[in-house]
């Protein structure tokens, strides 16, 4: 059975750093392009970053490059997301992704974590 389990969200000033890390059980990250998401409450769920299964391409939308940086430690079986300079926009539920065609945008695939919440405040 495959469980994916996000955390280090949590309360941080405008201005401020996060590192949010996933693990994994029941699959390697390695074999798949895995991905971070997030939720704003009352918006659809939007990518935040993606790397590929080879790790040797990422992906990030303008609201977040620059800022964030993937990086997934295949010893580890660990996705994490550095973000720095954080923005009160960027308050959202993170979720971790791996599998099916989440990287290509169908959310509606693949595995999921539960999210861990994000909150910068102003």
């Known amino acids: 059975q495959v469980q994916v389990v996000e955390s280090g969200g949590g309360l941080v000033q405008a201005g401020g750093s996060l590192r949010l890390s996933c693990t994994a059980s029941g699959l390697k990250f390695d074999d798949y392009a895995t991905g971070w998401f997030r939720q704003a409450p009352g918006k659809e769920r939007e990518v935040v970053s993606c790397?590929?299964?080879?790790?040797?391409?990422?992906y990030y939308p303008d609201s977040v490059k620059g800022r964030f940086t993937i990086s997934r430690d295949g010893a580890k079986n660990t996705l994490y997301l550095q973000m720095n300079s954080l923005k009160s926009e960027d308050t959202a539920m993170y979720y971790c992704a791996a599998g099916g065609d989440v990287c290509l945008g169908n959310t509606g695939s693949g595995y999921w974590g539960q999210g861990t919440q994000v909150t910068v405040s102003s």
């Open positions: 790397i590929s299964w080879t790790g040797g391409t990422t």
